[in-house]
């Protein structure tokens, strides 16, 4: 991907986010969180601690969870990038945001972009056998329970501490598959 | 931020050559660690290069054991099936380690490379000899829960974080650099270094070396590891101790054995001493309790306005026999009757 020099060390990159195409000249410390929220206007990740120990700022960058706080904008030159918000189809909620609703799977909501895109990257390492620290032995395939639901989602902390309804719309999101 | 600039050289050579010839240069990798310092201000380099597309994401089978590319994710690692299956104490450790999102981004190469997570080591408004060198240790007297019972100096008593480091010090890998002379090999257990008078020095790599693959030597032993992580919460947080075992048995003896300790010093722990009571021994309580004061015989507790941290000598006893116990106790996963 071709990038091109500007003044004060920025570069121009070429990224799509939610599907859509975005070309920022992006300054070296620009983390990929400021980027969406500061720089495109896309709000939906949340800076809760910026140090990479909260989950808030969570989303799918090529199709894997990671902490957009502790990725480097420039870095993600070419890159596609899913939030919470980008999950949707049109006005038709993705099957996980439709179960947070369910199962007030939240209370102020600030955490809850981070935990539905965390659980959406969730759910494709699981379907791919992946295995957690609470799977019986790394060498069998896991089990889906509730166990493993809430060791896959340790990074990301709930302050209102909803954390049982939060279970119980991974775990309907997934056996609806 | 101090500012910096951030280079994108297209291959692990380049980016070789522009660190060497930078000393305010670093190598960026998953950014799991360095990111967060350029913002504490721990780190404050004038150049970045970024190599993590530039070393290699694949594991490749390797004279019976295993070549990993230094860019391969911590959890690509954890879920591969050779991995899972012939040396599991890897893939334990690994998962044992942060969270999804952060082993989705933290690599091969730069995993054993993070810094201590010593509270003093991250603040920079206090002293540290680790972070700047001569100005005093902060910990001395201080919060020590998370600090070293073994190997540790006047001038450092931090603890190095790394789960998968302990894995790979018990699995005896070889940690492949390359560096602005050439190529080389270093073993895992020569890789990291006690502190001494020189904290700031983590390992012995110097300027421009970079880590461009770890391999793993064929164990059969370690069909039977584990790895087992005791923290202050069951997910998401550090080791206070933690024990990497491998053991295989013949005639009900204990043949090939290997222990590391994690939570205890400033490096990976190899526990040696631990090794030489279990190897040819017949295993009992009684054996794994003299392996255990055998290998804590120097180790030395610290005061602390928390409480100190000799809760860990004993916590180090329990968790190695209770590991040690598991892995002679069981069957295998491929003998019949489990």
């Known amino acids: ?177 | 931020m101090k500012p910096f600039t951030l280079d994108r050289p297209e291959t692990a050579a380049d980016a070789v050559r522009a660190v060497a010839a930078d000393p305010a240069a670093v190598y960026l990798a998953g950014g799991t660690n360095l990111v967060d310092h350029l913002k504490l201000g721990v780190a404050a380099p004038d150049r970045l290069v970024d190599v993590k597309t530039l070393t290699s994401a694949e594991i490749r089978d390797h004279d019976g054991g295993l070549a990993i590319g230094a860019g391969v994710r911590n959890s690509d690692l954890a879920a591969d099936s050779r991995v899972r299956a012939r040396f599991p104490v890897l893939a334990e450790a690994l998962l044992s380690g942060a969270s999804a999102q952060l082993r989705n981004m933290a690599t091969t190469g730069g995993n054993p490379l993070q810094r201590t997570r010593c509270v003093y080591f991250q603040d920079v408004t206090t002293p540290c000899n680790k972070r700047s060198p001569g100005s005093g240790c902060s910990a001395l007297g201080g919060y020590t829960r998370h600090h070293a019972i073994l190997g540790a100096s006047e001038h450092c008593v931090a603890t190095h974080p790394s789960d998968m480091a302990v894995a790979l010090l018990a699995l005896d890998a070889g940690v492949h650099v390359l560096g602005p002379e050439g190529e080389r090999v270093v073993p895992f257990a020569d890789l990291h270094r006690l502190p001494g008078d020189r904290p700031d020095r983590d390992t012995v790599l110097g300027h421009g070396d970079l880590i461009t693959q770890i391999t793993v030597p064929a164990a059969p032993w370690a069909r039977r590891s584990r790895y087992r992580k005791v923290r202050d919460r069951a997910s998401y947080a550090f080791a206070l101790v933690s024990v990497a075992a491998g053991v295989s048995l013949v005639d009900g003896v204990v043949d090939e054995v290997r222990v590391a300790l994690g939570g205890v010093a400033h490096k990976p722990w190899r526990a040696h001493r631990a090794e030489e009571v279990l190897r040819g021994a017949r295993p009992s309580a009684e054996v794994f309790r003299a392996a255990a004061d055998a290998e804590l015989a120097d180790a030395r507790a610290l005061d602390g306005v928390d409480g100190g941290n000799a809760f860990k000598i004993p916590l180090v006893r329990r968790t190695l026999a209770a590991v040690l116990r598991d892995l002679t106790d069981e069957p295998t996963a491929e003998e019949p009757g489990r």
């Open chain 1, 1 to 177: 991907m071709a990038t091109t020099e500007t003044a004060g060390g920025s570069r121009t990159i070429e990224l799509r986010v939610d599907g859509t195409a975005y070309r920022p000249a992006v300054d070296p410390r620009r983390t990929l969180l400021d980027l969406l929220r500061e720089q495109l206007g896309v709000t939906s990740p949340k800076k809760g601690c910026d140090h990479g120990q909260c989950g808030a700022c969570t989303v799918l960058l090529d199709g894997r969870r990671v902490l957009a706080c502790l990725v480097l904008a420039l870095t993600c030159d070419g890159a596609e990038v899913t939030t919470a918000a980008g999950l949707a189809d049109g006005d038709h909620l993705h099957p996980l945001q439709q179960a947070f609703l369910e199962h007030d799977g939240f209370q102020c909501g600030y955490c809850t972009p981070g935990q539905i895109c965390s659980a959406a990257g969730l759910l494709a390492e699981f379907d791919a056998g992946a295995p957690s620290h609470v799977t019986a032995s790394v060498s069998d395939t896991p089990q889906w329970t509730d166990e493993e639901i809430a060791e896959r989602m340790s990074g990301n902390l709930c302050r209102c501490g909803a954390y049982v309804g939060i279970v119980a719309a991974i775990r309907q999101a997934g056996e609806a598959r």
